[in-house]
């Protein structure tokens, strides 16, 4: 079974600076892997996705992702934080047969200071 | 296109009673599966169903149950229900069954058990 750990449970940056959001995997095959972001009384809604074609993954919103196989890690990033960038996001694995669905990790909740 | 609707948004009752969650997937979705959020479990994956048979299945009681219809719709089911059952729980479609493929998740079910 994988693990999905994501540091930090809230971040906070200023408007127009560095988003980084971190994720780690633990599984002996790199799974896919997914980030999503959750808004207030919100379902979730797919950011972007790594399935092994390109390590560095580009998503909606201005986000991207760059999967390290040696690190076992799928941090998201944005250059430049918006105020409409404020929500929980989600890291997400899931092993290549689905059988266990979705593994989230515990969310992060980016705070975004004017 | 119209998205995943889950039925109702919001609901209460009293433990021991039981509860059923609807959820109608995109048109032309086959998967849908199920997840548990709480603050303090994170998401949780209950079960997933593909044509009508119960594909996977993560790690709850038995007081959890589903089902899907021809038409692609769910419904699950909580028996008996616990204070700790209290969850927002999402419901989430795919095309077909490919563990690679997005997940479009709907608003949620809020239910409290009082």
């Known amino acids: 079974a994988q693990s999905v750990t994501q540091l930090g449970s809230h971040v906070s940056v200023s408007e127009g600076a560095l988003v980084l959001l971190r994720c780690n995997y633990s599984?002996?095959?790199?799974?896919?892997l997914f980030w999503y972001v959750q808004y207030p009384n919100q379902g979730l809604q797919l950011l972007l996705k790594?399935?092994?074609?390109?390590?560095l993954v580009k998503g909606i919103n201005g986000f991207e992702a760059e999967f390290k196989k040696s690190e076992t890690s799928f941090h998201l990033t944005k250059p430049s934080a918006h105020m409409s960038d404020a929500a929980e996001y989600f890291c997400?694995?899931?092993?290549?047969?689905?059988?266990?669905?979705?593994?989230f990790g515990k969310g992060t909740h980016l705070i975004i200071q004017p | 296109k119209a998205g995943v609707t889950q039925t109702p948004r919001y609901l209460i009752k009293t433990r021991g009673q039981q509860v059923t969650l609807s959820c109608s997937p995109i048109?032309?979705?086959?998967?849908v599966s199920w997840y548990q959020q709480t603050p303090g479990q994170g998401l949780q994956f209950l079960f997933e169903?593909?044509?009508?048979?119960?594909?996977n299945k993560g790690n709850f009681p038995g007081r959890f149950s589903g089902r899907q219809f021809s038409n692609s719709r769910s419904e699950m089911n909580v028996s008996t229900l616990e204070l700790g059952d209290s969850a927002l729980y999402l419901c989430?479609?795919?095309?077909?069954?490919?563990?690679?493929?997005?997940?479009?998740f709907g608003q949620g079910t809020r239910l409290t058990v009082v």
């Open positions: 599984s002996s095959v790199p799974p896919y």
């Open positions: 997400a694995g899931s092993d290549r047969g689905g059988a266990d669905g979705l593994t």
């Open positions: 169903y593909f044509s009508e048979t119960q594909r």
């Open positions: 989430a479609t795919k095309p077909g069954g490919g563990a690679n493929t997005e997940a479009f």
């Open positions: 048109s032309g979705h086959r998967s």
């Open positions: 790594y399935t092994s074609a390109a390590t």
